[in-house]
């Protein structure tokens, strides 16, 4: 099985760098306001290639969620799950939740990013608000 491994473009180096320094930031067009993810030499919007490294909120709302029972990867035993949130600026990026696992009633919920330390690696991850 392989590991997983990042592939870095010139564009992912400052969010990566963002998210070693726990505080995940994206690119926001100067045109129109987007956060662009991933990463991107062009707003996918508005066509401006203007940006500037913005930092996120670190909350957004749980969409969907699925427990892998089968090992994929060698540093990922099963099972884990893998949920996809879209954060409060509008981008939805997959992940791992942390703390209780998903259930049925998840979807919906409001997540905070958190960040882990996954072979070597800080990695965004989420869990639920506290006032949930």
Known sequence: MAKATRVLSMYDVPMWESIERGAWALQRCSGCGVFRYPPSPICPDC???????????GTGTLLSWTVFHRQYFDDYKP???????????????????????PDKDCIGRSVVIVYETHEGQQLPRVKYTKSE
């Open 47 to 57: 066509h401006s290639m203007e940006s500037e490294w913005t930092p996120l909120a």
């Open 79 to 101: 099972p884990y799950n893998a949920v996809t949130v879209r954060l409060t600026e509008g981008p939805i990026i997959v992940t791992n939740l942390v703390g209780a696992e």
